[in-house]
Nanobody
């Protein structure tokens, strides 16, 4: 079992930055990747970024060039650095642990509780 706890959400003005953190505990040998999802009110959940244990990263087109996913293995913590934020980035962001290298193949197994990100115009 893996437990995930996100932090770092909040309110920011358009053009600003936020860094989300995801602290992981526990273990599951089937897990080889981490992904961040987001869900805005009235919209479908969207996978925005993934990072594989081998280090490869992938991004949704909507955040490419603005968001950076990373991890610190020593701290068992993952991060999502969000720059040049836009009002349309407003959503609840969820950290997940799962498997798969590419965005289309990523399958989440464990979910965090979510953290709200609000971008004002």
């Amino acid at each position: 079992q893996v437990q995930l706890v996100e932090s770092g959400g909040g309110l920011v003005q358009a053009g600003g930055s936020l860094r989300l953190s995801c602290a992981a505990s526990g273990s599951d040998s089937s897990i080889n990747a981490m992904g961040w999802y987001r869900q805005a009110p009235g919209k479908q959940r969207e996978l925005v970024a993934t990072i594989h244990s081998a280090g490869s990263t992938n991004y949704a087109d909507s955040v490419k060039g603005r968001f950076t996913i990373s991890r610190d293995n020593a701290k068992n913590t993952g991060y999502l650095q969000m720059n040049s934020l836009k009002p349309e980035d407003t959503a609840v962001y969820y950290c997940t642990a799962g498997s798969g290298i590419f965005m289309g193949r990523y399958r989440p197994t464990y979910w965090g509780q979510g953290t709200q990100v609000t971008v004002s115009s």
